[in-house]
């Protein structure tokens, strides 16, 4: 059960940083720190992809579904099924790095000088 649980929990942290990944440059417009942190984790998302590295959280929830089906014969939970179908899409990677494009775009546009300075004061 704790490594179900666990799993879950790395699964929708997983979740989160996906969607800080893409929304980031909202709170980055107005904090220096959340701009670093966004930049930071869209540098690490293209280089997973250009790459092909597996992000180091999927490594985590595996070995602890594992663990998990050692424990109980079973792996997965009800929670852990359906937040995976959002994190892990069934779509190509040629896709995925179109999307990474876009967020990219979507991100220098918000961070663009015209509309606000880059580092403030």
């Known amino acids: 059960m704790f490594y179900g649980i ?6 929708g942290a997983h979740l989160l940083w996906i969607v800080f990944i893409i929304l980031g440059a909202v709170p ?5 720190i959340a701009r670093l942190l966004h930049l ?5 998302s293209v ?12 490594y985590l929830e595996v070995w602890l579904r594992e ?3 050692r424990a109980t014969g079973y792996s997965g939970t009800f929670i852990g099924h359906y937040l ?12 995925i790095f179109i999307g990474t494009l876009f967020v990219i775009a979507f991100s220098l546009w918000l961070y663009a000088p015209w509309k606000r300075p880059f580092f403030r004061r």
């Open 28 to 32: 980055g417009r107005r904090w220096l």
């Open 67 to 69: 663990q998990q089906a």
């Open 6 to 11: 666990t799993a879950d929990i790395v699964v």
């Open 40 to 44: 930071g984790s869209i540098i690490f």
């Open 84 to 95: 995976e179908e959002v994190v892990y899409l069934d779509v190509s990677r040629f896709h």
């Open 47 to 58: 280089l997973l992809q250009l790459f092909e590295w597996i992000c180091p959280l999927t």
